[in-house]
T-cell receptor
Framework: GAVVSQHPSWVICKSGTSVKIECRSLDFQATTMFWYRQFPKQSLMLMAT?????????EQGVEKDKFLINHASLTLSTLTVTSAHPEDSSFYICSARDREQPISYEQYFGPGTRLTVT | AQSVTQLDSQVPVFEEAPVELRCNYSSSVSVYLFWYVQYPNQGLQLLLKYLSGSTLVESINGFEAEFNKSQTSFHLRKPSVHISDTAEYFCAVSYNQGGKLIFGQGTELSVKP
């Protein structure tokens, strides 16, 4: 159980275009999802916390207008990278917290999406 | 500021040797600790966690970690590693209920035959 999927697993886009990444909890409901960014050989940096039905909370330094997050249902959150540039190339990972297990504090991670902007 | 430090960026070790991956966190009244493993081009998998109770926690594949409050550490150990343990290991901390995870820089464990 507790499976999180991401789609696509990898994407290549041209500079200036927008890319949408989906994060789904397959066998549980997630009131909270998290979006991380990971550069090669580096740690995960939290970009934003996404709560179902409300606006995402962005970390300091993350551009809200560039990284649009929508959490429209208890099983789906999307991250849209708008007007992508080569410096946005990275590995994007989402995670989700099971609403039925609030005190476990565990986050279930998706497999990640490799974004390359040319 | 709250932070997590993994003291070793790379740990090379021979197969069947013991290993310790170190993790220290900034002090707090309450803390919840995690170790995650990441294989190349994959997401993170939970290895083990400490929420409360016994300070020694174990995983199903032979890893263990001990919560040491006085030293603010949560080091990961395995008495005998396998080639398949080669991966990136991340220590993470949550400082409050439902709070976000703060990750360490990661330790690349490389097991050689």
């Amino acid at each position: 159980g507790a499976v999180v999927s991401q789609h696509p697993s990898w994407v290549i886009c041209k500079s200036g275009t927008s890319v949408k990444i989906e994060c789904r909890s397959l066998d549980f409901q997630a009131t909270t999802m998290f979006w991380y960014r990971q550069f090669p050989k580096q740690s995960l940096m939290l970009m934003a916390t996404s709560n179902e039905g409300s606006k995402a909370t962005y970390e300091q330094g993350v551009e809200k207008d560039k990284f649009l997050i929508n959490h429209a249902s208890l099983t789906l959150s999307t991250l849209t990278v708008t007007s992508a540039h080569p410096e946005d190339s990275s590995f994007y990972i989402c995670s989700a917290r099971d609403r039925e297990q609030p005190i476990s504090y565990e986050q279930y991670f998706g497999p990640g999406t490799r974004l390359t902007v040319t | 500021a709250q932070s997590v430090t993994q003291l070793d960026s790379q740990v090379p070790v021979f197969e069947e040797a013991p290993v310790e991956l170190r993790c220290n966190y900034s002090s707090s009244v309450s803390v919840y600790l995690f170790w995650y493993v990441q294989y190349p081009n994959q997401g993170l998998q939970l290895l083990l966690k400490y929420l409360s109770g016994s300070t020694l926690v174990e995983s199903i594949n032979g890893f263990e970690a001990e919560f040491n409050k006085s030293q603010t550490s949560f080091h990961l150990r395995k008495p005998s590693v396998h080639i398949s343990d080669t991966a990136e290991y991340f220590c993470a901390v949550s400082y409050n209920q439902g709070g976000k995870l703060i990750f360490g820089q990661g330790t690349e464990l490389s097991v050689k035959p």
